[in-house]
Structure formats: structure tokens, C-alpha cells
């Protein structure tokens, strides 16, 4: 497939974790809109290469950015580092994260601050330093999820709270922003086929059925599905949204 009809030609997006996942789908799909698109990723540089060289076939423009996020000095580091290939951004997509389900009682102090340092504090200091990098009229997009609005799952305590601080950072960073005509929105994925959820859903056709029966309209998400909502977000026909959490859920909060 090529390049799509350049509704984002001549702009530049940084997508967190864009090497895998929901993030490589997001990737792809600005890329096919025609912006040029800096691939991040945490610890596999050869899926952020592979991602790029998708980009790339598909008539696009791409490069990789690599930095752990959830340590001291993450964002500033990533920044450095997506200077070396760009000037100026139009879009940041605040997409890595890290999902883990655990028993409340057995939540220990250095999991917890982990999954805050990825999920709510590198989104936070990502984008207070892509601030300065955004160009006015520019995006900012968090994947949040479902899970922050969805009845209770007990095991996912800390993971939906980490995201729930997102959602509330979205709708502040919103006013923050908003005098520079940037617009910064959440976007929730439900249950979506990615690495994240191998272990219980891929191959356990019980766990699929049971994902599949979540969502009014039937079925396990896919990333082209949110990375589609991703491009609305990021287009300029969604310039007077903003502040909002949009729900990709598949109507899974129905
Ligand atoms: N999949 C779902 O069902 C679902 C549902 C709702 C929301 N979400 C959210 O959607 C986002 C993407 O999820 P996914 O399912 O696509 O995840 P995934 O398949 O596990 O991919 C995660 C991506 O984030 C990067 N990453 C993770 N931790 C990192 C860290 N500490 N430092 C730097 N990079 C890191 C990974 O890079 P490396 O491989 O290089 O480490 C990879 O590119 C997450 O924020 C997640 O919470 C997912």
C-alpha cells in the first residue's frame, strides 16, 4: 500500500514505543499519511528497523529512536536523541506502556513506581520537553485504555490507575496547550491483539471468545483500529478536538 493522501505531508511524529504493538500500527499509519516518522523503541532496535523499513516500502519516511523509559533523565535522553534526525515536531504519540496484572496485596513499592515512571511520568516530561520541539497547531495523542473507565478488574489495579493519571494529564495539558492551537487528546484501546496480552490470549480460544464477547461489535482488536482513530486525532480535521478520551474500544464500556 502507498503513500495515502498526504493529509500529514511535511509534518514529523514521534511514536513511543512505535516498534511494536499498537504503537507500529500508529507508525505505519502516519507514515502512510505522509509524515515522517521517528520510531521509538525500548530494547528491540531490530523491531523498530523492521517497523521503519514497512514505513519505508510503503513509500514513506522513517527513522528509529531508542531509550528505556521509566528511568531517571528518559525524556531528555530521548529528545537528544530524536534531534539528531529531525527539527521541529508536529506530533508526539505518548503510546509505550507496560501492562501487568497482579494481586493488590502482592503490589510491591518498586513495581508500582515502575509502572508510573512508564505509563504516567515519561508521558509527562516526553511532553513538557516536546513542548519546546512542537510546532504551534501541533498534537499530542495518549493511548490511555478502556480499563480507566471500565467496571473494575481487581488485578489491574495499578495499571488502570497509572492510566487514569493520563487521562487526567490529557485534559489539563489540553488547557496548557490549548493557546498554541495544540490539541491533546487520549485515545482507549480495549482488548487488542498485541504482544502485551501473548500470554493469556493468543491461543487460548476460551480467552479469545471471552475478549471477542467484550465488544458490542464482536471481536479482539487490531492495531490498524486504533492507529485509524490515531490519524483522525492527528489530522487537521480533528483541530477543534481537544481535552477529549476517545473510546476505541470496540464498545466495550457499553
Ligand atoms: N494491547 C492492548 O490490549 C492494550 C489495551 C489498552 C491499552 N493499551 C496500551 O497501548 C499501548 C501499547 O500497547 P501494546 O499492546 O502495543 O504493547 P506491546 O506490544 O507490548 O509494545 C510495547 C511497545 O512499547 C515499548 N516499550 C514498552 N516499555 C518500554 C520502556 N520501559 N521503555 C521504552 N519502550 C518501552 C516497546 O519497545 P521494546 O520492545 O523495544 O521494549 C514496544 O515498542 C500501551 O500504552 C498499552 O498500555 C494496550
Known sequence: MGVLDGRLAGKT????????GIGRGIAERLGREGARVGVHYGTNEAAAKDTVAAIEAAGGSAFAVGQELGVPGDAAELWRAFDAHADGLDILVNNAGIGTSQPFATIGDEE???????????????AQLGAERL????RIINVSTGLSRAAA???L????????????FTRYLSKVLGPRGITVNAVAPGIVDTDINAAWLRGNEEAWAGAA???ALGGVGTPPEIADVVAFLASEDARWVTGDWIDATGGSLT
Open 13 to 20: 511524529a514521534l511514536v513511543t514505543g512505535g516498534s511494536r
Open 112 to 126: 508500582y513506581d515502575r509502572i508510573f515512571a512508564v505509563n504516567t511520568k515519561a508521558p509527562f516530561f516526553l
Open 135 to 138: 510546532r504551534d497547531g501541533g
Open 153 to 155: 478488574m481487581p488485578d
Open 157 to 168: 489495579i495499578a495499571y488502570a490507575m497509572s492510566k487514569g493519571a493520563l487521562d487526567v
Open 213 to 215: 464477547a467484550m465488544a
